[in-house]
């Protein structure tokens, strides 16, 4: 590609991303705000690939816009489509908004040339990897997943360990978890009998028993109350 | 009857490309662009898509949510488990050139280390992916 026609693909890209970051803000259809998201995504991940960042561009669309973008419209199918009225006056949050794109702006100008090869991200471990990284770690071409891999291996390391810990907190407050072994329902224990699904449950007892909490705080066990 | 056939025919036909499509990506990030978490990421999505086509019953049948917890946890188990291992091989955590013998190249191990790590985030991820998505799928609807 000449620079022309990588210049030109970038601002096809950016206007595109303009786009659909406003319609994203003027939408109230929270349905329509989640799938521009997505779309926003994906031209984001048009523009790594266009500054050769392929393995980024790859995890922004398959992540950005696949994987969040069903967990939001798992989100939306639990709290409705509609988007409520704000209750506030815009100003001070445009104010912000302005103040903050401000600073990153001014902060851009002094950011070296995109693709320069004498910036200083080139000038620390950059070349020893670009470098030495087939003698080091062997013939993997892809020097990133040498890095990620290997020089980078504790980063990695936390960057999974952090992916479990998502899990383990959403389970801790998403999931329903295994259904009680006893319920405490109209001054009484109950004991759930095995075979026993949800539904019947909550049929049976009400909001004691539904739709995600387990058992709820009843006397003391000593009190008598305990059919176990 | 469901008679969203395109959707059906075309998930079933679909699918396995798929998870092929993962482990490619998988395998062949050592050559180019890819790596665990994208494998990850794709491989969860054809289980994904098949619990958004044929009901989260059925994907469940063929998932169970235990099997999803217990691959986010073993992921990490791996990882750790590569570290540990060139660990008590002699060298430093997580330095995959003592993997092997002394005598042995050491490219060689930082080349199966790497591929034991992107393993572990590959199930770690895989698993997470299919744990989040049936924890934000399987709660009904708050109606206020």
Redesign the interface.
């Given at each position: 590609m000449t620079e022309t026609m990588v210049q030109l693909v970038d601002v096809v890209l950016l206007v595109l991303l303009a786009i659909t970051g406003i319609a994203v803000i003027r939408t109230r259809n929270l349905f329509v705000a989640v799938m521009l998201a997505g779309i926003y995504s994906l031209l984001s991940a048009g523009l790594f690939v266009v500054m050769d960042a392929?393995?980024v561009?790859?995890?922004e669309a398959?992540?950005g816009a696949?994987?969040s973008t069903?967990?939001m419209l798992?989100?939306l199918?639990?709290?409705g489509y509609k988007e409520s009225a704000p209750t506030h006056k815009p100003i001070l949050p445009l104010f912000v908004v302005l103040v903050t794109g401000g600073i990153l702006v001014y902060g851009t100008a002094e950011i070296p040339p995109f693709g320069g090869a004498d910036n200083p991200a080139h000038k620390h471990v950059a070349a020893h990897y670009i470098h030495d990284s087939e003698?080091?770690?062997?013939?993997?071409?892809?020097v990133?997943?040498?890095v990620?891999?290997?020089y980078r291996?504790?980063d990695?390391?936390g960057?999974?360990?952090v992916?479990?810990t998502?899990?383990v907190g959403?389970?801790l407050l998403?999931?329903?978890g295994p259904l009680p072994k006893r319920i405490f329902h109209a001054g009484q224990w109950h004991t759930v009998k095995a075979g026993t699904t949800r539904e019947d449950m909550v049929a049976k007892f009400g909001g004691d028993a539904g739709?995600?909490e387990t058992v709820k705080d009843g006397p003391a066990r000593t009190e008598g109350g305990a059919d176990g | 009857m469901d008679d969203r056939v395109i959707l059906r025919i075309g998930t079933k036909i679909l699918s396995p490309f798929i998870l092929i499509f993962a482990l490619y990506?998988q395998f062949h990030?050592?050559?180019?662009?890819?790596?665990g978490?994208?494998a990850g990421?794709?491989f969860?999505?054809a289980f994904?898509l098949y619990a958004?086509v044929f009901g989260l019953g059925n994907a469940i049948k063929v998932m169970p949510p235990k099997v999803a917890?217990i691959c986010?946890?073993m992921?990490?188990v791996i990882?750790?488990g590569v570290?540990y291992l060139s660990m008590f091989r002699g060298g430093e955590f997580?330095n995959?050139s003592y993997l092997f013998d002394p005598e042995h190249?050491p490219?060689?191990g930082?080349?199966y280390?790497?591929i034991g790590?992107?393993l572990?985030?590959l199930v770690?991820?895989f698993?997470?992916?299919v744990?989040?998505?049936y924890?934000?799928?399987?709660?009904?609807?708050?109606d206020t």
């Open positions: 392929v393995d561009a790859f995890t398959a992540v696949g994987i069903v967990l798992g989100t199918a639990l709290v003698e080091e770690i062997g013939h993997i071409p892809n990133v997943t040498s990620l891999g290997s291996g504790y990695t390391m960057e999974t360990a992916i479990f998502a899990m959403v389970l998403l999931s329903r739709p995600d | 990506v990030g050592d050559y180019g662009p890819g790596g978490f994208q990421v794709i969860a999505a994904v958004l917890y986010g946890a992921g990490v990882y750790l570290g997580l995959y190249d490219t060689h930082q080349h280390g790497i790590i992107e572990g985030v770690t991820v698993g997470v992916m744990a989040l998505f924890a934000f799928a399987g709660r009904r609807r708050i």
